[in-house]
């Protein structure tokens, strides 16, 4: 999207996980981000910018472009917030997570 913003879409409707999982790949693969770097929900679940596809999830590893977010939390937010954030290793940890079978 930007030097300083990326977006995360999910194959299907997606996941917290799969969100910050993306979220922590792409900071790190392509924009090389430490491991210790935060990575901060700019804009929670909603359309993509880059898709058009109905899910998508907003982030930025700039603090500045998050100041002042937070404040309307709402009351149904799907788990991931704008303001919310993680550093890359703690959202890395979201990729290996898989399903508990009964």
Request: charged share 25%.
């Amino acid at each position: 999207m930007s030097d300083t913003v990326f977006e995360v879409v999910p194959r299907s409707s997606g996941t917290v996980e799969e969100f910050w999982c993306g979220a922590s790949e792409y900071a790190r693969r392509v924009l090389g981000a430490d491991w210790r770097d935060p990575i901060y929900v700019l804009r929670g679940r909603g359309e993509s910018v880059t898709t058009g596809k109905r899910s998508a999830v907003q982030f930025t590893l700039s603090a500045d472009q998050v100041a002042g977010l937070g404040a309307d939390r709402g009351w149904f937010t799907f788990g991931i917030r704008p303001g919310d954030s993680m550093s890359v290793q703690q959202a890395r940890t979201y990729c290996n997570q898989r399903p508990i079978r009964p």
